[in-house]
């Protein structure tokens, strides 16, 4: 390695991680469970359903994604390690109380299976403000849109800061 290569050393520090993950590594097997666009459990189900559109969250069906991990994992076997939750988590733009009923609906309906830090949310649109913002909010200079579910009509409004958005997420899924 020559020392004023950059690339020598970086090649060298990929060599040394893997050979300490390989020998560190344990026999068993990472089982991902992949979702998306989970919504609200039954027990949630009027959470931020108000306006239409959002209504449709609170209807019979929305619940069948909730209910076909649970069969998942108590009828027919499965035993996931870990689950990722792929954008529009709860259709809840952050707030503490949507974050944390998700939080406890996927440990509810996956029995307690997959630990609380092995469950990752890739934010969704629906997660930074529950409406997903409106086209006039992205084209429109100075509208801004808000982190939350504070909304009037089909409009976000100031609810919290960045800051406390990000807290209730990682406060919820650590």
């Known amino acids: 390695?020559?020392?004023?290569?950059?690339?020598?050393?970086?090649?060298?520090?990929?060599?040394?991680?893997f050979?300490?993950?390989?020998?560190?590594?344990?026999?068993?097997?990472?089982?991902?469970?992949?979702?998306?666009?989970?919504?609200?459990?039954?027990?949630?189900?009027?959470?931020?359903?108000?306006?239409?559109?959002?209504?449709?969250?609170?209807?019979e069906g929305a619940f069948s994604l909730y209910e076909g991990l649970r069969d998942y994992?108590?009828?027919?076997?499965?035993?996931?390690?870990?689950?990722?939750?792929?954008?529009?988590?709860?259709?809840?733009?952050?707030?503490?109380?949507?974050?944390?009923?998700?939080r406890d609906a996927f440990q509810k309906y996956l029995l307690g299976k997959v630990p609380v830090d092995m469950v990752f949310p890739v934010i969704g649109n629906h997660d930074i403000n529950y409406l997903g913002c409106s086209v006039l909010e992205f084209i429109s200079e100075g509208t801004p849109c808000y982190y939350g579910s504070n909304h009037r009509l089909l409009?976000?409004?100031?609810?919290?800061?960045?800051?406390?958005?990000r807290t209730n997420w990682l406060t919820a899924f650590p």
């Open 73 to 102: 994992v108590e009828n027919q076997g499965a035993q996931p390690t870990s689950a990722m939750i792929v954008g529009d988590v709860a259709y809840g733009g952050g707030d503490a109380g949507n974050c944390n009923d998700t």
């Open 19 to 59: 050979l300490a993950l390989c020998t560190n590594a344990s026999a068993e097997l990472l089982s991902m469970l992949v979702t998306a666009d989970i919504g609200h459990s039954r027990e949630h189900r009027m959470r931020l359903t108000r306006p239409w559109p959002m209504g449709k969250c609170a209807f």
């Open 1 to 17: 390695t020559h020392p004023n290569c950059p690339f020598s050393v970086m090649a060298s520090f990929a060599a040394w991680l």
């Open 155 to 165: 409009k976000s409004e100031y609810q919290m800061s960045f800051e406390q958005w």
